[in-house]
């Protein structure tokens, strides 16, 4: 059988490669600490639960509207006002099957073959992946662990050329938890003002797990906010990641592309979870913050750890639930038996020595780092950086 060459255009998300690899030790017997993925530990919340159950004894079990149920996008439209300050109508929202289907429609609405994305490094294993199968090209700005992985408006200036079409990043950052202030946003929107062929795809999916202030979006600038495109969704901020909603704010006429691409995928997004969605986006946030204070605690003590460990650096992560260290010390390195090449050496031999699962940086466009996710409970944690610890001494 003959596959189609599409599938060479992209690679299997590292993410999900390293959690069933994973998966399969776990399997065999072996207790496996994830610190992978990208999931809270978290149950779904009670009161948004109980919306759900209301919706199918209420037979919310038909088809919905392509872009979604008219008072679930009222409820986002509410949502970014009550949160972000930002003025939106039911027309400028898309309601999908996930942020990444959001993120997925926006690229291939708005990315022609040969057009430059631009994405600072490090990102999401699936934004250059989406941009390959629009067939645009990636161009990546280097950001620099020393600058808290933030570009300056010099590297964006630099990097913008008449064929750039998107500029594609988040905040708060996954993997490196990276958070732009107002500030810093608005010294790249100055550049962007110069160049009006740009939009821009803010994924805002981490908005509310953040430890400095404030969440920042981009499109509180009024002279550019036509042209932003936000993402956003429910899988982080409320522990629903198995209910797969997300959603993008913005123009109408980008909105409709949208709506017209998800309309020969997949049409409207589950019926009972949009009507969990209102709920969840309408009502009390404080189990949300209640998670937050939680992955607060989790960071710190996550930091405490690895700055006793030789050879590790990184960056406090300011956001999200993820610290992205240094790794390339380990390099080259040997403990009588394995040689690390590479970080991906190096996450391949914790998982099969100490059986601590993370991401490789490759996947994020920083081949230097390791991701580790902190979104596992205390116990596993301490457990799983006492086994990368002993694992890591080792080499040294």
């Not at 408006?153 to 990097?159: F, H, I, K, S, V």
């Not at 899988?235 to 704010?249: D, N």
């Not at 009588?336 to 020595?353: H, K, P, R």
């Amino acid at each position: 059988m003959q596959l189609s060459s599409f599938l060479q255009r992209f690679n299997e998300p590292e993410t999900l490669k390293m959690a069933k690899l994973g998966r399969e030790l776990r399997a065999s017997g072996v207790d496996v600490i994830d610190l992978s993925l990208g999931e809270p530990d978290f149950d779904t919340p009670e009161h948004i639960k109980e919306a759900a159950i209301r919706a199918i004894k209420e037979n919310y079990s038909h088809y919905t509207p392509v872009p979604g149920f008219l008072d679930l996008r009222q409820a986002v439209c509410y949502k970014l006002k009550r949160d972000n300050a930002l003025d939106y109508k039911p027309e400028n929202i898309v309601v999908s099957t996930g942020a990444k289907q959001s993120l997925a429609n926006a690229i291939l609405a708005l990315v022609d073959e040969a057009d430059e994305v631009i994405i600072p490094t490090p990102y999401w294993v699936t934004y250059s992946e989406l941009v390959k199968i629009a067939r645009g090209k990636v161009v990546e700005i280097k950001a620099k662990a020393e600058d808290l992985f933030k570009i300056s408006p010099e590297q964006l200036e630099a990097a913008i050329t008449p064929k750039t079409r998107v500029f594609l990043f988040s905040s708060p950052c996954n993997p490196s938890g990276t958070v732009y202030s107002k500030e810093e946003l608005a010294a790249l929107v100055q550049v962007f003002l110069k160049h009006p062929q740009v939009s821009i795809i803010s994924d805002e999916i981490y908005e509310y797990i953040n430890f400095v202030g404030a969440h920042e979006s981009i499109a509180q600038f009024e002279d550019i906010k036509d042209r932003v495109i936000i993402v956003n969704g429910l899988s982080k901020g409320f522990a629903m990641t198995g209910w797969r909603l997300g959603y993008i704010a913005a123009n109408t006429e980008v909105a409709k592309a949208c709506e017209k691409v998800q309309g020969q995928f997949t049409s409207g997004a589950n019926s009972i979870t949009q009507r969990a969605a209102i709920t969840a986006l309408t009502t009390d946030l404080r189990p949300t913050l209640d998670m937050v204070t939680e992955f607060t605690a989790r960071r710190k003590k996550v930091l405490e750890i690895m700055a006793g460990i030789p050879g590790i650096s990184c960056a406090e992560p300011a956001g999200a639930f993820y610290v992205f260290p240094d790794v390339s010390y380990f390099f080259g390195r040997s403990d009588g038996n394995t040689t690390i090449e590479n970080a991906s050496d190096l996450s391949l031999y914790l998982l099969n020595t100490a059986h601590v699962s993370s991401v490789s940086g490759g996947a994020f466009g920083e081949p230097n780092c390791i991701r580790f996710s902190f979104a596992n409970s205390m116990k596993n944690i301490e457990e799983g950086w006492k086994r990368v610890k002993e694992a890591l001494a080792r080499f040294s």
